[in-house]
């Protein structure tokens, strides 16, 4: 079925240079079963076209599990594949991290203050409800900066992927853009962004007695969450 707002999508990654995927999308008339997060919260869950009774990120992972060899990077592809062909639902789309550019995906607490600092244009992403704010940054290939820890901030980079705006999450929303890319946009660097999330963070602790430990013990590096986790949902 053709959907133009993810077909426009699509060709605007591919003209910005970034690599998608074809992504899951929610199952029709399936959306009674719910599920619990890693914090004990319990929420209707999207059903998935996986049909995986545990999907851990429904309608918001590659279609496809060789989705690092499918990387699609023209117009032509794009439109073979959002553009409504063979009468199939149209996946949604999801953005491929590691080459092109790194995401740094923060919870809306932190992503908020962030976002308020940075005086420059940033992409910037957000998750149905939003659950998470996603912050595209050039690709950082060396050791990532330092955040608090158990704050939930995860960057993505090699082999790592996230739901592309305006991917659609079923009865949770769509993904959306709370600062879209430019055409001739050059991403800021990862340092600029994950000093403000460190600030965001150093803030929220302050502001939290539940988080404040010794200064000593409270750091480790961001990497990135294993298969499982919800940090991007
Ligand atoms: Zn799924």
Not at 32 to 49: H, I, K, M, W, Y
Not at 86 to 106: A, H, M, Q, Y
Not at 123 to 148: I, Y
Request: net charge positive.
């Amino acid at each position: 079925m053709r959907n133009p707002p993810l077909l426009a999508a699509a060709l605007t990654y591919v003209a910005l240079g970034w690599p998608i995927v074809p992504g899951a999308y929610p199952a029709q008339g399936q959306h009674s079963r719910v599920r619990t997060l890693f914090n004990g919260t319990v929420e209707p869950a999207v059903a998935c076209c996986c049909n995986q009774q545990e999907c851990w990120a429904p309608a918001a992972h590659p279609l496809s599990p060789d989705w690092p060899d499918q990387y699609v990077v023209t117009k032509e592809v794009a439109r073979f594949w959002w553009g409504g062909s063979g009468g199939k639902p149209t996946p949604n789309i999801v953005l491929c991290c590691g080459e092109t550019f790194d995401v740094w995906s923060v919870p809306a607490a932190i992503g908020t203050t962030a976002f308020s600092m940075l005086d420059f244009a940033v992409p910037v992403s957000l998750t149905p409800e939003p659950k998470r704010w996603l912050f595209v940054v050039k690709p950082q290939f060396s050791q990532p900066t330092v955040v608090r820890d158990g704050l939930d901030v995860v960057r993505l980079n090699t082999c790592h992927f996230v739901p592309a705006p305006p991917s659609n999450r079923g009865p949770a929303g769509h993904d959306r853009w709370l600062k879209a890319p430019k055409s001739s946009q050059e991403l800021p660097t990862a340092d600029m962004v994950v000093a403000a999330l460190v600030y965001a963070g150093e803030m929220l602790a302050a502001n939290d007695p539940h988080r404040r430990m010794p200064r000593s013990s409270h750091r480790s590096p961001a990497l990135a969450a294993p298969t499982g986790s919800n940090w991007y949902r």
